[in-house]
């Protein structure tokens, strides 16, 4: 049986389940979505690309937790869209319409090639691709 709501939280998101500080913006939205989730009520399906994103944030801005974070993401076993022609191709055709980068391209063709939403807090990436569709500002979230 699946869930009602499929989403594709993008590195932005993940990230804030890891600095669960009071500044940091949104933190309770993205803490809500991984909550959703970890009751069932929702499922995710990232790019294989997420873990080296998150990994390399953590690993710069949280070094002496980094493995235990990762390691707490690694155990969540999210379902992962791996690289394939298709998924290639969707994400240059973003790149090209939306002028962004490969890495925030990824999240949302898995996304429109699921049919489910990319939930990003990267305001900047949501102002150039939103008119794709499938897209949704962590801020938003409910």
């Known amino acids: 049986m699946s869930t009602p709501y499929f989403f594709v939280p993008d590195a932005s998101v993940i990230i804030k389940w890891a600095f669960r ?17 970890l009751a069932g009520n929702c499922s995710f399906v990232l790019p294989s690309l997420w873990v080296y994103e998150c990994g390399n944030v953590l690993g710069l801005k949280a070094p002496d937790n980094a493995k235990e974070i990762m390691d707490i993401f690694l155990d969540y076993r ?4 791996p690289m394939n022609t298709n998924l290639s191709t969707a994400t240059l055709n973003i790149i090209k319409e939306c002028k962004v980068t490969f890495y925030d391209a990824v999240y949302h063709a898995v996304a429109l090639d699921k049919k489910a ?13 939103n008119q794709l569709g499938n897209i949704m500002l962590l801020e938003n979230f409910v």
Request: aromatic share 12%; net charge negative.
């Open 21 to 37: 500080s009071p500044d940091e913006q949104d933190a309770d939205k993205a803490l809500d979505l991984l909550s959703l989730w």
């Open 117 to 129: 939403t990319l939930i990003t807090a990267d305001v900047a990436y949501y102002r150039r691709a």
């Open 78 to 81: 999210f379902d992962e869209c």
